[in-house]
C-alpha cells in the first residue's frame, strides 16, 4: 500500500514565525511532489511543486525534497494568519496522485 | 492559467433524484479530469479518473452505475449521482490536468451537495 503521511496537527506558530510542515512518502519510484492549501469549506490550491532533490523556493513558501529519505516538507516564513489552513502534501508516481490528509496550521496573531 | 470551474457551487436535492455536477478547464485543455469527495474534517477520497472519450477509471468501492462520469471534451467533465440520498450529501470537487503541467492537478471551487 502506497502512502503519504502528513501530522494531522494541529500546528500552531505564532505571527511572524516559520511554520514548518513534513510529508513522507512510501513510494521510491514517485517522481511529483505538491503542496495545497486548502481553507475550510473550500477546495485545494496549489501552491507549489518539486521534482529534484534540494530547495525551492517560491515568496514566503520553500519546498524541500529528499528522496533518498522519502520526506517533503514546507516552509513558510513570516506566516501570516491568512496562512492558517489545512496543508495537503500530494504525491505522483508513474501511475496516480496520492493525498496526505492533511497538515492543519493554525497561525495566531 | 490553468481554471477550472464548477457549476453548480451548491445544491440541494430530495432523496432519489438525481444531480449532475459540471467540471471545466477554462483555459486549458484538459487530457485528464478527476473527481473527489471530501466529507468534513476529512481528505480527500478520490472517486474516479476520466479521459476524454474513454470511460472513466472508477476507485474500488466506487458504483459505477451510482456516480456516473462522462468526459465528453476536453474542456467538461461531468458527475451525476442518480438516485441520489442523503449519504451522499458531500462536497464534490474535480480537478484537472494538461499535458505538460508536469502531473499538477488544477482543482475546481468544489460542489456542495446536500440531500434531504
Not at chain 1, 494568519?81 to 501511475?95: E, G, I, K, R
Request: hydrophobic share 30%; aromatic share 10%.
Amino acid at each position: 500500500q502506497k502512502e503519504v503521511e502528513q501530522n494531522s496537527g494541529p500546528l500552531s506558530v505564532p505571527e511572524g514565525a516559520i511554520a514548518s510542515l513534513n510529508c513522507t512518502y512510501s513510494d521510491r519510484g514517485s517522481q511529483s511532489f505538491f503542496w495545497y492549501r486548502q481553507y475550510s469549506g473550500k477546495s485545494p490550491e496549489l501552491i507549489m511543486s518539486i521534482y529534484s532533490n534540494g530547495d525551492k523556493e517560491d515568496g514566503r513558501f520553500t519546498a524541500q525534497l529528499n528522496k533518498a529519505s522519502q520526506y517533503v516538507s514546507l516552509l513558510i516564513r513570516d506566516s501570516q494568519p491568512s496562512d492558517s489552513a489545512t496543508y495537503l502534501c500530494a504525491v505522483h508516481d508513474n501511475n496516480d496522485m496520492r493525498f496526505g490528509a492533511g497538515t492543519r496550521l493554525t497561525v495566531k496573531p | 492559467g490553468a481554471v477550472v470551474s464548477q457549476h453548480p457551487s451548491r445544491v440541494i436535492c430530495k432523496s432519489g433524484t438525481s444531480v449532475k455536477i459540471e467540471c471545466r478547464s477554462l483555459d486549458f485543455q484538459a487530457t485528464t479530469m478527476f473527481w473527489y469527495r471530501q466529507f468534513p474534517k476529512q481528505s480527500l477520497m478520490l472517486m474516479a479518473t476520466s479521459n476524454e472519450g474513454s470511460k472513466a477509471t472508477y476507485e474500488q468501492g466506487v458504483e459505477k452505475d451510482k456516480f456516473l462520469i462522462n468526459h465528453a471534451s476536453l474542456t467538461l467533465s461531468t458527475l451525476t449521482v442518480t438516485s441520489a440520498h442523503p449519504e451522499d450529501s458531500s462536497f464534490y470537487i474535480c480537478s484537472a490536468s494538461y499535458q505538460g503541467s508536469g502531473e499538477t492537478q488544477y482543482f475546481g471551487p468544489g460542489t456542495r451537495l446536500l440531500v434531504l
